[in-house]
Antibody
Framework: QVTLRESGPALARPTETLTLTCTFS??????????VSWIRQPPGKALEWLAL???????YYKTSLKTRLTISKDTSKNQVVLTMTNVDPLDTGTYYC????????????WGQGTQVTVSS | VVMTQSPATLSVSPGERVTLSCRAS??????LAWYQQRPGQAPRLLIY???TRATGVPVRFSGSGSGTEFTLTISSLQSADSAVYYC??????????FGQGTKLEIK
């Protein structure tokens, strides 16, 4: 069974760096074709894809956030980490991690999400 | 690729049939997915490849379309279908793009 779980601080202050961790099980990010993405959702708004990392350590980012985002993986821990620098109240929302792979190009499954509020 | 969903909200009675629409600003072939997001929950994959139901998805849910026009049809609505539904293209990435969602309310 594939599962993903996000973790991180519930509250961040403006200008701080936010670090979110996705811990997964049921698959390996060393398997060819495997990818993990981060997606966020501001309160009451739509889903927004942020970043992806694949088995070969290729990384892709939403263009408008590229300078603030870093995605990385630790295959020994089955974790993917997303860091976001210089956070702003507009970064408030729920952050999800999810998987794609060669056999399933849609996002499935999703973690339960971690809520982040950026406020002073 | 900009994904546009219509309508924004929909209120339908139990047992009825409903059709949600999704339009892509350029062709995404059949590389389109639909997700259901119930209140307070993470999104759940319903349909991929425009028309293939994900594992465990009831047959009441069906998807159709290709290119730029897509629909999600839910037949015989149940109270559990009350949710926001998102379409998403995965043909042209990065970035992946989602529609703004259709909120389905069951009367």
């Amino acid at each position: 069974q594939v599962t993903l779980r996000e973790s991180g601080p519930a509250l961040a202050r403006p200008t701080e760096t936010l670090t979110l961790t996705c811990t997964f099980s049921g698959f390996s990010l060393t398997t060819s074709g495997m990818c993990v993405s981060w997606i966020r959702q501001p309160p009451g708004k739509a889903l927004e894809w942020l970043a992806l990392i694949n088995w070969d350590d290729d990384k892709y980012y939403k263009t408008s956030l590229k300078t603030r985002l870093t995605i990385s993986k630790d295959t020994s821990k089955n974790q993917v980490v997303l860091t976001m620098t210089n956070v702003d109240p507009l970064d408030t929302g729920t952050y999800y991690c999810t998987r794609t792979h060669d056999g399933q190009l849609a996002f499935d499954p999703w973690g339960q999400g971690t809520q982040v509020t950026v406020s002073s | 690729v900009v994904m546009t969903q219509s309508p924004a909200t929909l209120s339908v009675s139990p047992g009825e049939r409903v059709t949600l629409s999704c339009r892509a600003s350029q062709s995404v072939w059949s590389n389109l997915a639909w997700y259901q997001q119930r209140p307070g929950q993470a999104p759940r994959l319903l349909i991929y490849g425009a028309s293939t139901r994900a594992t465990g998805v009831p047959v009441r849910f069906s998807g159709s379309g290709s290119g730029t026009e897509f629909t999600l049809t839910i037949s015989s609505l149940q109270s559990a279908d009350s949710a926001v539904y998102y379409c998403q293209q995965y043909n042209h990435w990065p970035p992946y793009s989602f529609g703004q969602g259709t909120k389905l309310e069951i009367k």
